[in-house]
Nanobody, 124 residues
Framework: VQLQASGGGLVQAGDSLRLSCAAS????????MGWFRQATGKEREFVAA????????YYSDSAKGRFTISRDNARNTAYLQMNSLKPEDTATYYC??????????????????WGKGTQVTVSS
């Protein structure tokens, strides 16, 4: 199983980034997908999740209205579009897979597979 996150970088406040998570080694369309982030010195926190079909999405309060999670089952890839970025969005972002689509309620405890992170740094 492999989840490869990419798309992070250094941007200014107000800019946008799109993160991608390419999956392999499991049946992608059977799993919910999510994004978490971890800032230096803080716990890893839930950001967004999407169900296996893409039909339902869930967001943290900090992500709601600015971030959009999506997936392309034909490409085995999940995305996180981040707009209006703020310095407090600075963190390492991790994608995750979850067979029962409980990431929004279970957080890190619901994760079956983790990807390696991609760093997002937002300067003021």
């Amino acid at each position: 199983v492999q989840l490869q996150a990419s798309g992070g970088g250094l941007v200014q406040a107000g800019d946008s980034l799109r993160l991608s998570c390419a999956a392999s080694g499991f049946t992608f369309s059977d799993y919910g997908m999510g994004w978490f982030r971890q800032a230096t010195g803080k716990e890893r926190e839930f950001v967004a999740a999407v169900t296996w079909s893409g039909g339902s999405t869930y967001y943290s309060d900090s992500a709601k209205g600015r971030f959009t999670i999506s997936r392309d089952n034909a490409r085995n890839t999940a995305y996180l579009q981040m707009n209006s970025l703020k310095p407090e969005d600075t963190a390492t972002y991790y994608c995750a897979a979850d067979f029962v689509c409980v990431l929004a309620t279970m957080g890190t405890y619901g994760v079956d597979y983790w990807g390696k992170g991609t760093q997002v740094t937002v300067s003021s």
